[in-house]
């Protein structure tokens, strides 16, 4: 049998999913709620096959890696592909999760009436058809599918090459639990072709698809970036940061860092700088640096001044402090990795935060509630926090229910892509006859009373 080249495929498939817009947008919420209900049970009760096809999976990335020497890539990359029982189990989790939430289609955000007696509202509507490319594990794909459904917006879902077979069990199963829920056919659509052409098609789809969402790492987002027309409603670039400021408590300050780097160092919002006020820095750094080298295997780079104040410490046999180079202090290092830099004051933080471009998440320990203030003011972020952990800057996190990622993009969406921001506005306005001013006068009327008409 002859395979349908990935073009016309994709084409086909993103038609498809496009003739489920209109009426996936006019589905009841409680039809809505029934379904994603319906795609927990199946996916828990279908556990075996999914894990079963994960195994196949897993068991192919570790033939393509056979002759890899270092263990630690070899772990990295099996991990990222392999599922198990429990997270199977959250996956359904998640599903009932964001069953239960509010509706966001429909919405009244604001209400007004004109002189004239019109009454204008904003409405909130689905998007349409978003295409999400993911180079996540399986067990990320149910969260984006899910919002996206209750939004009432159709997706169309192409994950990593690594993990196909387990999105061909998982796709198979959301969609036919979703559709005999009354869902329509194509709202819940997964590529099923592992070529990376597919995945570059589907950013091509400016005729069928509304938007895309991006999720995975720099080079994913780097590659939307550059292939694709269409609006990207989720980009998560950009440095997050932990400003220490001179008047901070040092126990509270050493616990946020940890916090904000250790829980999970490959995050978006894990911490990559943190920027320690002159004033504090030598009763704080070797107690920070000694808990992030030795409790937590974190590689600290530092200024030269914290490699005078905590680079000369050894602990453990672990690594020392290194010097960062001019390339570190603007990374994103989505890992276990820290840099570390000694300012004079608020103001050299702030221009240092800006100064490295778009800012993922900011956050500032302090006990003086007027430094606090300025720097929730002054700091561009998609989420600035005080006294708190940058990993709070997160849907479920922040009681928004979820996410498909977090933006630092400025336009239509900033922060964590939830519920609301999976929608957008449109104006109802409510009228009794209503007509704009000057009303236009037939051409006959003008000649009958022989009115000059503009040359």
């Not at 670039?237 to 220490?244: K, L």
């Not at 453990?316 to 990795?337: H, I, M």
């Not at 221009?351 to 500032?364: D, E, N, Q, R, S």
């Not at 306005?429 to 009327?445: D, I």
């Amino acid at each position: 049998m002859v395979e349908v080249p990935v073009k016309i495929y994709m084409t086909n498939l993103a038609k498809k999913a496009r003739e489920a817009v209109r009426p996936l947008s006019l589905l009841a919420n409680m039809t809505k709620t029934l379904a994603l209900h319906a795609m927990a049970d199946r996916l828990e009760a279908e556990a075996e096959a999914v894990l079963a096809a994960n195994l196949e999976d897993v068991e192919a990335v570790g033939k393509k890696l056979e002759g890899e020497t270092n263990k630690d890539t070899v772990k990295e990359a099996v991990d990222r592909v392999r599922l198990t029982a429990e997270e199977v189990r959250e996956m359904a989790g998640r599903l009932r999760e964001v069953a239960e939430l509010p509706d966001p289609v429909g919405e009244i955000t604001k209400v007004w009436r004109r002189p004239n007696g019109m009454q204008v509202s904003r409405v909130r509507v689905p998007i349409g058809a978003i295409g999400i490319v993911s180079d996540l594990g399986p067990k990320h794909t149910t969260d984006a599918v899910a919002l996206c459904l209750k939004a009432g917006n159709v997706s169309v879902v192409r994950g990593g090459s690594e993990w196909t077979r387990s999105n061909q069990v998982i796709g198979t199963l959301l969609r036919e639990a979703a559709e005999s829920s009354g869902v329509p056919a194509g709202a819940v659509t997964f590529v099923e072709r592992s070529e990376k052409e597919a995945a570059l098609e589907l950013l091509r789809q400016n005729k069928y698809l509304d938007a895309i969402i991006p999720r995975g790492g720099a080079g994913l987002r780097k590659t939307v970036m550059e292939q694709t027309r269409l609006p990207i409603l989720c980009h998560d670039a950009g440095m997050s940061y932990v400003y220490i400021d001179g008047e901070a408590d040092l126990p509270l300050a050493q616990n946020i860092v940890v916090n904000s780097k250790a829980q999970e160092p490959s995050a978006s919002n894990s911490v990559d700088m943190v920027l320690v006020h002159q004033s504090i820095a030598r009763p704080l750094l070797g107690a920070l640096v000694r808990r992030l080298l030795d409790e937590f295997k974190v590689d600290v780079l530092g200024c030269p001044k914290t490699m005078a104040l905590a680079g000369s410490y050894s602990f453990s046999n672990y690594k020392n402090v290194k010097e960062a180079t001019e390339e570190d202090w603007g990374r994103q290092f989505l890992s276990p990795t820290l840099a570390i830099r000694v300012v004079k004051d608020m103001d050299e933080a702030v221009a240092l935060i800006g100064h490295y471009g778009p800012v993922h998440t900011a956050a500032i320990v302090t006990r003086e509630y007027a430094s606090a203030m300025r720097f929730t003011r002054e700091v561009d972020a998609s989420a600035v926090l005080v006294n708190a952990s940058t990993r709070f800057n997160d849907g479920s996190e922040l009681g928004l229910g979820g996410e498909v990622g977090t933006s630092t993009l400025r336009v239509h969406a900033r922060g964590p892509i939830s519920l609301e921001e999976l929608t957008c506005q449109k104006y109802v306005v409510l009228g009794t006859g209503q007509l704009r001013q000057p009303h236009p006068v037939p051409v006959a009327y003008e000649d009958a009373i022989m009115l000059k008409r503009p040359s």
